[in-house]
């Protein structure tokens, strides 16, 4: 399936590594999404236009054919395989669950009767649910909601927050901050193509493959995630 134009919807935020806020509107973005986007976009001789939207609004636009596929954080989860569906994944992450310095929390038992924020309808949401007696306190996707949820554990709104070891990333070793623990839930990613447009799923799957077996995809993993081992399970197109 020839190509020359790669719409892919995305919301604009700073969400470092995996995507910076755009200086231009979406003209050019960075991160780890972008570059491995960009690659399988030169692997179809294709150029990315990013259709920046509010992440409600990013599934139905692919659904409308208004964008190409959804590149932008999904997780390959059972209420969004309805909806459209997924390439083989281009990351995997585990779970982890940030508190404030010096929480005794070590475990899912230690959160009975604490709140726990999440986006909602998130896997992260689904692991928090989990956690017996924890009262989870589900985040609506805002163009910061990671910042949202930080913030709201820095002072007390709740007690600890949920997602992809990713997103702790650029916090460091922040002293504000713990990690509670890590659950190796292999949180698997993909790219969402409408459910009517099976070609263009595989054409992406074709590119995508190209990219992994290069070894591209592992040289990008590094340049933005050092701190990450990059998953062997990405090689085998789902997790172990």
């Not at 399988?40 to 990013?50: F, K, M, R, S």
């Not at 390959?76 to 459209?84: A, G, H, L, N």
């Not at 779970?95 to 959160?111: I, K, N, Q």
């Not at 726990?116 to 989870?136: C, H, K, R, W, Y």
Request: contains cysteine.
């Amino acid at each position: 399936m020839a190509m020359q134009d790669l719409k892919l919807a995305c919301i604009d935020s700073h969400a470092p590594p995996l995507f910076n806020l755009s200086p231009d509107g979406g003209r050019t973005r960075s991160g780890y999404e972008p570059e491995v986007a960009g690659l399988v976009a030169q692997e179809l001789g294709a150029h990315v236009t990013w259709m920046l939207t509010s992440w409600d609004n990013m599934i139905p636009m692919v659904q409308r054919h208004e964008a190409d596929a959804v590149w932008c954080g999904q997780g390959i989860i059972p209420t969004r395989q309805e909806q459209v569906n997924f390439t083989r994944p281009y990351a995997i992450f585990d779970e982890s669950v940030l508190v404030r310095a010096g929480d005794f929390a070590r475990g899912p038992d230690d959160f009975s009767g604490r709140r726990v924020a999440a986006i909602a309808d998130s896997a992260n949401m689904q692991l928090a649910e989990t956690f017996p007696g924890a009262i989870p306190v589900p985040f609506t996707a805002s163009d910061d909601v990671f910042g949202d949820m930080i913030a709201a554990v820095r002072d007390g709104s709740v007690d600890a927050m949920v997602d992809d070891d990713v997103v702790t990333v650029p916090l460091g070793d922040d002293p504000e901050f713990d990690i509670a623990f890590t659950s190796p839930t292999k949180n698997a990613w993909g790219v969402g193509v409408a459910k009517d447009r099976p070609e263009l799923l595989e054409t992406l799957n074709s590119a995508l493959s190209r990219v992994i077996e290069s070894g591209q995809l592992a040289e990008v993993w590094a340049k933005w995630m050092p701190q990450l081992p990059f998953p062997a399970e990405l090689h085998t197109g789902r997790p172990s």
